[in-house]
């Protein structure tokens, strides 16, 4: 079991830490609004994964086994609230976020985003299928695979969160702060790509 503790502890720390729509966005409002306004989109990103997980683990994947459809349109709605995202991000105004007219994700938010969020579907479900075993404790795989996004979540979204701040410190010019929002929306909208991609076979495919 510990063996298999701390594969699951690398597999965690390689997804969670490689660029992802957490992980820009975290970057993102580190940038825009400093790490202390940040720390609500953080907190809600490093326990509603894990929730997640935990969720899924525990048999909630099953649901979508049996109604595919239901998954797909899931994808579908992710997919346009984080085009909508990108766009809130690239069309932020610097001043605005001065003044407090634009704010950083609430913790319930980044909660709830987790289940619109294409990688956190492959990270969970794979993690799950990876990691849990016939002859084992069902609950208690699942709970050691959970247990160890939590602890990895903390240090790979926060040297995100950090490196955005520290940016912030830099690009003080409100030119190029736009230009970073511009590119962070564009790397927002090319990882969701993939999944346009296939939610594409999957609807148009069977017309062809």
């Not at 298999?4 to 965690?12: D, E, K, M, P, R």
């Not at 609500?40 to 525990?58: A, D, E, Y």
């Not at 109604?67 to 995202?85: D, E, S, T």
């Not at 704010?103 to 990688?119: D, E, G, R, Y």
Request: with cysteine.
């Amino acid at each position: 079991m510990f063996e298999i503790f701390i594969a699951v502890l690398f597999f965690a720390f390689s997804t969670t830490i490689t660029p992802g729509p957490n992980n820009v966005m975290i970057m993102s409002s580190g940038m825009n609004y400093g790490i202390k306004a940040s720390m609500p989109h953080f907190l809600g990103i490093c326990f509603g994964f894990p929730l997640m997980v935990l969720l899924v683990g525990l048999g909630f994947g099953v649901i979508f086994d049996r109604f595919p459809n239901l998954h797909q349109l899931i994808k579908v709605l992710g997919v346009l609230y984080l085009i909508w995202l990108a766009w809130h991000i690239a069309s932020a105004e610097p001043q605005a976020i001065k003044r407090g007219e634009k704010k950083p994700f609430s913790f319930w938010q980044a909660v709830l985003f987790q289940w619109v969020n294409a990688k956190a579907w492959v990270m969970a479900t794979g993690a799950i299928a990876a990691f849990t075993t016939v002859q084992g404790s069902p609950f208690m795989e699942v709970l050691a695979i959970t247990l160890a996004f939590l602890l990895m979540a903390f240090p790979c979204v926060g040297i995100w969160l950090v490196f955005g701040s520290l940016l912030r410190k830099v690009l003080t010019n409100p030119l190029m702060q736009r230009l970073f929002n511009i590119t962070m929306a564009l790397i927002l909208v090319l990882s969701v790509v993939p999944v346009m991609i296939e939610l594409w076979h999957f609807y148009m495919a069977p017309a062809v």
